[in-house]
């Protein structure tokens, strides 16, 4: 047993601010277009339409849209966790983080799509 906390006695180094530094809206319009017809076209429009972090994003599961009301709810993320490392689906880590967003035209447009492709006896 150490009598005393001798992390106290170091200078634990300063975290510099991150600034986030957006994508051109010009080069994502360009990224949506290349996108346009891809198997992964909806996830790119999501991601670039509501602004998902990535485990957000690929924690979404169709229970998860309602393509009628127009919204999406975030409820889950998708993390890699484990020796060796696999993925879990596991609830936000915060209630802040769990909310529903409206879905803009072109982002229930994709979703159609790549709903009924998945639901097509091809996919």
């Known amino acids: 047993m150490v009598p005393r906390n001798v992390a106290t ?3 634990p ?3 510099e601010a991150y600034e986030a530094k957006p994508v051109p809206a010009a080069s994502l319009s360009r990224l949506l277009v290349a996108a346009a017809g891809d198997r992964l076209e909806a996830l790119w429009t999501v991601t670039v ?3 998902l ?3 957000e994003v690929f924690g979404l599961r169709w229970a998860d849209v309602d393509l009628d009301g127009r919204t999406l709810s975030i409820r889950n993320l998708l993390q890699w966790s484990g020796t060796p490392p696999a993925a879990h689906l596991v609830p ?3 209630s802040a ?3 529903v967003l409206p879905l ?3 982002v229930v447009q994709a979703l159609r799509r790549h ?3 998945q639901r097509s006896p091809a996919a």
């Open 97 to 99: 983080r769990k909310r």
């Open 13 to 15: 180094p300063t975290l």
């Open 49 to 51: 339409w509501l602004g």
């Open 92 to 94: 936000t880590k915060t």
């Open 104 to 106: 803009p035209g072109p």
């Open 115 to 117: 709903n009924r492709h």
């Open 53 to 55: 972090r990535q485990g």
């Open 9 to 11: 006695l170091t200078n």
